[in-house]
């Protein structure tokens, strides 16, 4: 392989892994505040549509960005009534909104398919884009991409450094322990499932106006469940959740390269590829997770509802 | 006026079926907006879909067909979901049951029926068997969550009949159509009255067969005692003594059993050869089904049959009103996210008080949080 390829290639890994960045760290907020959110994949999708739909007929790039993250806030505000409220089961209401989310943008957006839009295009930022090898990998994409290098500190600023971020983590390790404290777990899990809802949300945004700018069905492709397994490589930490997405990015940059390439693994092969990955990287983190201390980095409560007394 | 919620003491009885048909009209509302969203009739659309679901005999029975795959899914999910074990894994397990099948009947055409059935029945059996210990396995040895590994041999196990039916096993005389060859006539299940009873084809016997031994094993012998008992959590069972690695296995093992039973009935008889159209989702209507029937027999057999007869249903409205398929997994998404919601009424009561405040005086400062409890208890 050339040097220019092999540039090409890196440059292609951390653009394909910034849908999955936003997706994971969402996913860390949420359950960092100990809710469990197995619906990112339908996040993900409507969102995409939503982004798509603002974005085509506003002509507005970013007021569609802000329609995704609203698109996931809103749908993840589902999941925080069903859980939260009504006490349902926390993986299967994910999974109702899998379903619920991946249809419904499938369902709307069936008009619109094979449509195009404009989007974010490419901005090279200055001075920094001319560096040899670093200034093509990093520093000539859109703006999302840039976005997304702030994304990690932000969520890491607020989740170690901020008092809501304490009081975020009390909620996913010992919500009774919070509320002696005088905070309210309840709201607090509300806010971790609303913001990382509309972090997913960007990154659903992120497929439809940077990524194909136009619209297909089945956008989504998976890339959720991918942010969901990411979560546990990450151990929870924004800072992990970086590596972890560029690793799947590569992935899924590499797998495109080699099938245009006209090569003669069969495609199905191919698509295996970052399923097969996310597997293989769950065992490893198991494995880690395992020779640290013993006990997972997932918070205490995560998962488990706040019961009412009485 | 204060909110009074309180664990119920004893079930609700028939509010039970209130509770349900409530959840239900809230889902269904919620998809007659959507349709009308859509530039469609919205409860219009929704009759178009009644109808075409139970206007007929030739659609009862359609749902039927439906019915068996979803039903024998649903069963093998309920299997783990007692354990706390999710195995979300039902439609890879479904589709390695018809790798299965397909490969008995394509390396074996020569054997009569009797022979070659059982033989393709055994091959899809254990072939979702083995998918489903994956996930089993990797959780107990490695302590991966199963929920994210059985989903990804989900996308695996589709992508590798994909492989498949492209590539070797692809019928040389079909045009380039990715299709195996049709089985031999003794690799296909027959229909059952095919003048009467349309398309309900033998294949429904498994369903009885598999619903009588879920009922037996769990309610009727030790090992589905055990398996409820380690329900209750992975620490509860370790300190019961229960062997709650082997429950694991075997739930997540039979389980895949029969999804991949589901995979190899749905192949062999309603088309006879293995095509990449049989993915249809079964798996995880399956998942939908085995929870609004809070994982029991009966009401799985009844919920499996509902669900079939919508997805009948929507394919009328589908053509009738242009709609797209995703109506379907829309409708089972917005069902089961109201039915979760309202189970909570089963669990618990809730009632409008006074607020306590208003009603006595504020009780002293170190007493205030007693107080509160007391209120709301």
């Known amino acids: ?310 | 006026m204060n909110l009074v919620i309180r664990k119920r003491e004893e079930s609700l009885g028939w509010g039970v079926l209130v509770v349900y048909l409530g959840a239900l009209a809230l889902a269904f509302c919620v998809c007659a907006l959507l349709l009308k969203m859509s530039g469609k009739p919205g409860f219009g659309g929704l009759a178009i879909l009644f109808r075409g679901a139970f206007g007929q005999t030739y659609a009862l029975l359609d749902g039927l067909v439906k019915a068996i795959p979803i039903f024998l899914c649903a069963l093998g999910v309920a299997l783990s979901f007692r354990m706390q074990v999710w195995n979300i894994g039902a439609e890879g397990q479904f589709a390695l049951g018809a790798v299965g099948a397909t490969w008995a009947a394509l390396t074996f055409p020569g054997l009569p029926g009797v022979a070659l059935m059982p033989l393709m029945l055994l091959c899809a059996m254990l072939a979702g068997a083995a998918w489903g210990a994956i996930p089993a396995a990797l959780r107990l040895r490695l302590g991966v969550s199963e929920v994210i590994s059985s989903l990804m041999l989900n996308y695996i196990g589709i992508l590798l009949l994909e492989y498949l039916v492209f590539g070797v096993w692809k019928d040389p005389a079909s045009f380039g159509f990715p299709m195996t060859a049709e089985f031999a006539s003794g690799g296909q299940i027959a229909r059952i009255l095919p003048g009467v009873l349309g398309k309900l084809h033998w294949g429904l016997l498994a369903c009885p067969v598999a619903g009588v031994a879920y009922w037996v094993l769990l309610s009727r012998t030790r090992l589905g005692f055990e398996i409820a008992a380690a329900g209750e959590g992975e620490r509860v069972a370790r300190y019961a003594q229960l062997p709650y690695g082997f429950l694991v296995f075997f739930v997540m093992g039979l389980g895949g059993a029969l999804s991949g039973l589901a995979g190899s009935i749905e192949t062999s008889a309603t088309l006879g050869r293995l095509q990449p159209t049989i993915m249809v989702g079964y798996g995880y209507t399956a998942i939908v089904v085995a929870w609004l029937a809070r994982l029991r027999p009966w009401a799985i057999a009844f919920t499996a049959y509902l669900l079939a007869a919508f997805r009948v249903g929507g394919e009328v409205m589908q053509l009738e009103l242009q709609v797209p398929a995703a109506f379907g997994p829309i409708m089972e998404g917005a069902i089961l996210l109201c039915v979760l919601a309202g189970q909570f009424f089963l669990t618990y009561s809730v009632s409008l008080r006074p607020s306590p405040k208003a009603a006595r005086p504020a009780p002293p400062a170190n007493d205030a949080n007693d107080a509160a409890k007391g209120a709301r208890s």
Request: some cysteine; proline content about 5%.
């Open chain 1, 1 to 310: 392989m050339s040097p220019e390829l092999i540039i090409a290639l890196f440059a292609a890994a951390v653009q394909a892994g910034t849908p999955i960045l936003f997706a994971t760290l969402g996913e860390i907020v949420s359950e960092k505040a100990g809710v469990m959110n197995l619906g990112v994949e339908g996040v993900i999708a409507l969102s995409a549509f939503a982004a798509f739909v603002v974005c085509h007929l506003t002509g507005s790039a970013w007021l569609g960005l802000l329609a995704g993250g609203l698109a996931g806030t809103l749908l993840c505000g589902l999941h925080s009534l069903v859980c939260q409220v009504f006490l349902g089961n926390q993986v299967v209401s994910g999974l109702a909104l899998t379903l619920f989310g991946v249809g419904l943008a499938t369902f709307l957006g069936t008009p619109y398919v094979g449509q195009a839009t404009e989007g974010f295009g490419k901005i090279a930022v200055p001075l920094l884009s001319d560096i040899p090898v670093l200034g093509p990998i990093l520093f000539r994409h859109d703006t999302l991409v840039y976005l997304g290098y702030i994304a990690p500190v932000a969520v890491w600023f607020l989740l170690n450094r901020t008092s809501l971020g304490l009081g975020l983590r009390a909620a996913g390790e010992m919500p009774a322990a919070a509320a002696a404290a005088g905070l309210n777990p309840q709201r607090l899990r509300a806010f971790g499932v609303l913001a990382g809802g509309f972090l997913c949300g960007l990154g659903g945004a992120y497929l439809s106006l940077a990524h194909t700018h136009l619209w297909t069905t089945g956008l989504s492709g998976g890339r959720g469940w991918v942010a969901v397994a990411l979560v546990i490589f990450a151990f929870w930490r924004p800072g992990r959740a970086v590596i972890g997405a560029l690793l799947f990015g590569g992935v899924m940059a590499f797998q495109l390269r080699l099938q245009a390439s006209g090569t003669n693994i069969p495609s199905s092969l191919l698509l295996m590829l970052p399923y097969a990955l996310t597997v293989i990287v769950l065992v490893f983190s198991a494995a880690r997770a395992r020779e640290r201390s013993g006990a997972s980095a997932a918070p205490a409560a995560l998962g488990v509802n706040i019961e009412p007394e009485g």
